[in-house]
C-alpha cells in the first residue's frame, strides 16, 4: 500500500470517488462537480488537496482535504471534507492509512 497525491491527471479518478462517496451517503443526485470544475479548483487555485491509498498500481481510497488556520490556537491545521475507501477494500487499514499521512501533513 502506498500513499500519494494526486495530479492533474487524476481528475477523473477524483470525480470517481466524490461520486461512489455521493452513492453511499444516499445523496448522488446532489453531486454536480465535474471535471473542469475540479480540475481549476484542485490544481490552477490550490484550493484543496486529494490523496489516494492505492495498493497494486489501482486507487482504493481517497481524502479531499483543505488548509485552515485557527485564531485561538495560533496555527495552522487541515480540514478533511471527505474520505473514502471502496467497500472491497475496508478493514484493510488503508482509512487509518489515510488519515495518518493527513495527521503528518498537518
Known sequence: MEIVFAKREDVSDILKFIKELAEYEKMADEVVADEKTLEYWLFDLKKAEVIFAVEDGKKVGFALFFHNFST??????IYLEDLFVLPEYRGKGYGKALLSKLAQIA
Open 72 to 77: 485561538f490556537l495560533g496555527r495552522a491545521g
